[in-house]
């Protein structure tokens, strides 16, 4: 075992101590019987970045359709080497196209 190990996992319990709020409660308690309380999503959206057709069909159906869906990630990925003007490549262009694509299928 690396003599690192130990310090390492120490250090990471002591992170995650340190993010823990003290007498923070362990366990959540709800009622099957009372109505609870109603919260609305003000924006839904996706994160595109990997650019999927299914992916994105599942949050616009699950999100209430196309008009629910008011944000989009997307993502220049850098797959190749900017070309020597600063514009991308065909291969960036190819990605970004294919993600607006998708991000059309939540309308405008």
Known sequence: MSPLRP??????LAVFAWITPAGAADTLSFSTQTLGAVKTVAQWGFDNT???AGNARSVIVHGGGPANVSLV???YQRQERLNDDGSLGPIAI???DEQAAIALMAGS
């Open 73 to 75: 990630r997307m993502e």
């Open 50 to 52: 990997w650019a999927s």
């Open 94 to 96: 190819a990605s970004l």
């Open 7 to 12: 310090a390492i996992a120490a250090s990471c």
